[in-house]
């Protein structure tokens, strides 16, 4: 039985009590401005709270939050780390290669370890025909993360996908940790690279979707930085008819809430409508946060919630302690109480709801009980267990006084190495001036991250099938994109060669096809931006609305980057991958309202000037950009920076995240550099 002790810690902790086993927390119950602030929001006060409580300055950001100061920063540290794998093995090399890049510098190796917990979905299972090298070589990568990376959970999703398992198994509402010897209870609070790890929202937790870039900085310890958002209370009515399927439902709400202005806000459900829906039904509508635009869909904890949790098998302890904590904590949705002070409020009536005629059916993913745990796929599986089970020191290339250095397979495999500290400084290079700038692309609106790095099939001309070839590859070897994407090579020649991909400089000629200018010569992106570095040419992408939508992968980014473009000029951006850019090291630009029409009038041919960039990149401010066209008058544009918070700023002037952690790992203020 959970109760509560009156009085605090010495710390300003306080404490419940488990058969005699007591839990500290931090309450948040005693600030006044709780009682009118979303639920949503006090789960990010407590966030706040205890950091503060062990010792961090965060009173700034706490005023900041409970004030409501919109676009002001604040830092939360999430629970845990939420991967699928496809996304998770190239987080992992980046991981691993940091790793090496501390040793080769002579730090400490062992200090890049995951932080907080992660949890790494197995969906692939098998391989296809003729690409058994690909679970193979995935499996050594992982085998070797489990033994030499703390907190890696790995797991079987079989025939879930990631954000329902999460929801079935791995979430718990609340967090039990052992702290400097004490035991400490916290809300569960997700970040996730599947773009419906959302879906967590459904059952009280609140979770979004992030970059990759974003991920590793989260999980080696880094406060995530957000700007405290715009809540907008949706209110629920009535009940659905009895009619509607669930997954019709599921959709018709997510529709609504499409057509209404979210983007970029937190949305938050409440209002008696709200018991009416189970939660799977929730955790559905949560997960296409990234359909409606919005940042999450949270539904708070209430007694749907721990029915739920109780029927897919969580431990009644844990559940009963959930409930206390929310309770206490005045994290609880009580439908009967007076609503938050919301900054909109939208109100929809479930008996009014219809059937819906458009979009993707949800149907076979909205389940009121949970299924049977299948096995893991037998070529994974294999891969896993055959290499985790070897000695360490039994590894190609083991050795050295730092741990354990992962071997590398032979080029043109399914994993590779990636150069992103070769030749790094110690000290951070100015941002400089950009001139005599050339776009490497001209696209327009709704440029979908998936065109930008594409998962599909590797197709025969295309400049990665080009080098699988040269690398020994047969024809049967070649698989697609997204299994290919732990290839750093592979993953860099895929830029841009969406089949779909607009790029007006291709001439009709698809995705993954450039003119290189002043030649005017038709080549692949790759070619070209390789030709570009060689003459010491900056490269932009210049792009319309929405750049960066759908289901992104930080590769849309770091491919963008290694190609040597060094900002992507916009009319706006999707969220993820805004701050994916930042986290590459790209500076992203927004066109200001009066210099859109710029856009249509380029022609490939123009060069760009963006002078004093040093000191004029700063949080939302104006740069100039001088655009000069052959025998024509130059036109000055003014752009304006796509950097929300002061973390994003320090990251974009580190050159990316990875060399920021990378420089912040070295103890000596000396100038070294990694060898490639």
């Known amino acids: 039985m959970w109760r509560e002790q009156s009085g605090t810690s010495r710390c300003g902790l306080a404490r419940l009590y488990s058969g005699g086993r007591a839990l500290l927390y931090a309450p948040i119950t005693r600030d006044a401005a709780l009682a009118r602030l979303p639920v949503a929001l006090r789960v990010l ?14 009173s700034g950001e706490v005023e900041a939050l409970t004030s409501r100061l919109t676009g002001a920063r604040v830092g939360v540290r999430p629970a845990r780390v939420l991967l699928d794998e496809l996304a998770g093995v190239p987080l992992l090399i980046d991981l691993v290669c940091l790793r090496d890049a501390v040793a080769a510098a002579g730090a400490n190796a062992d200090a890049v370890s995951p932080k907080i917990p992660i949890d790494l979905l197995i969906e692939s299972g098998s391989a296809p025909a003729g690409s058994a090298g690909g679970p193979r070589e995935r499996g050594e990568l992982l085998a070797w993360c489990r033994r030499n990376f703390g907190n890696l959970r790995m797991l079987p999703a079989g025939a879930r996908n990631t954000q329902w398992h999460d929801l ?8 039990i940790e052992r702290v400097a010897g004490a035991v400490h209870v916290y809300p569960d609070m997700l970040v996730g690279t599947h773009p419906q790890t959302g879906a967590a929202g459904g059952c009280g937790v609140l979770g979004w979707a992030v ?17 405290v958002p715009e809540v907008v209370g949706v209110e629920l009515r009535g009940r659905p008819p009895a009619h509607i399927e669930p997954g019709d439902l599921a959709l018709r709400l997510s529709e609504e809430l499409r057509s209404r202005t979210v983007a970029g806000k937190l949305v938050e459900f409440f209002g008696r409508g709200v018991e009416a829906l189970p939660v799977p039904i929730r955790a ?34 844990r559940v009963r302690l959930l409930e206390q904590y929310v309770k206490l904590q005045g994290l609880w949705l009580d439908v009967g109480a007076r609503a938050p002070d919301y900054d909109a409020v939208v109100s929809l009536d479930l008996g009014r709801i219809g059937g819906s005629a458009a979009g993707p059916r949800s149907r076979a993913h909205v389940r009121e009980r949970p299924l049977a745990r299948p096995a893991l796929g037998r070529a994974a599986r294999g891969s896993i267990r055959e290499y985790a089970g070897r000695s360490p020191r039994n590894d190609r290339g083991a050795g050295d006084a730092h741990g354990n250095r992962f071997p590398w397979p032979r080029p043109g495999g399914w994993v590779s190495r990636v150069p992103f500290f070769d030749g790094l400084p110690l000290s951070r290079s100015p941002l400089g001036d950009l001139l005599g700038a050339r776009p490497l692309v001209i696209v327009g609106d709704s440029v979908r991250a998936e065109d930008i790095s594409p998962s599909g099939p590797i197709e025969p001309g295309s400049a990665a099938e080009a080098y699988l070839r040269a690398a020994g590859a047969s024809s049967g070897e070649l698989d697609t994109y997204e299994m290919r ?17 607009k790029n007006r400089l291709a001439r009709g000629a698809g995705g993954g096809v450039t003119t290189l200018m002043p030649e005017r010569v038709s080549m692949s992106v790759f070619d070209a931006a390789s030709e ?43 969220r993820i991958h805004r701050a994916s850019l930042i986290a590459a090291g790209v500076l992203p630009l927004l066109f200001l309202e009066r210099w859109k029409h710029a856009i249509a009038a380029l022609d490939g041919s123009e060069t760009f000037d963006l002078p004093d960039l040093e000191w004029s990149v700063g949080v939302r401010t104006q740069v100039l950009c001088i655009i000069r066209r052959e025998s024509r008058p130059w036109t ?41």
């Open 485 to 501: 994407r732990g290839n750093y090579e592979v993953a860099v020649r895929a830029t841009f060669a969406g089949p779909r991909l």
């Open 284 to 317: 559905t509508v949560a997960g296409m946060a990234p359909e409606t635009g919005a940042v999450c869909l949270y539904f708070p904890t209430d007694r749907r919630t721990l029915d739920y949790l109780q029927g897919t098998g969580r431990e009644g302890d």
């Open 636 to 676: 000055r544009v003014a752009l304006r920076t796509a950097v929300e918070t002061g973390d994003e700023l320090y990251y974009l002037r580190s050159g990316g995240v990875l060399p920021a952690l990378w420089r912040e790992q070295l103890r000596e203020p000396r100038e070294l550099r990694v060898s490639a």
């Open 45 to 58: 006060l407590e966030n706040l709270t205890r950091q503060a409580l062990l010792g961090a300055d965060v």
């Open 168 to 175: 079935e198994c791995a979430g718990q509402g609340v967090r």
């Open 532 to 574: 570009y570095q060689r003459r010491n040419v900056p490269l932009l992408v210049i792009a319309g609305r929405r750049y960066g939508c759908g289901c992104g992968h930080d590769w849309a980014a770091k491919g963008v980057a290694s190609l040597g473009v060094k900002a992507v000029l916009a009319e706006s951006f999707d």
């Open 211 to 227: 970059g990759g870039l974003e991920a590793t900085a989260a999980l080696v310890g880094k406060p995530l930085s957000l700007a």
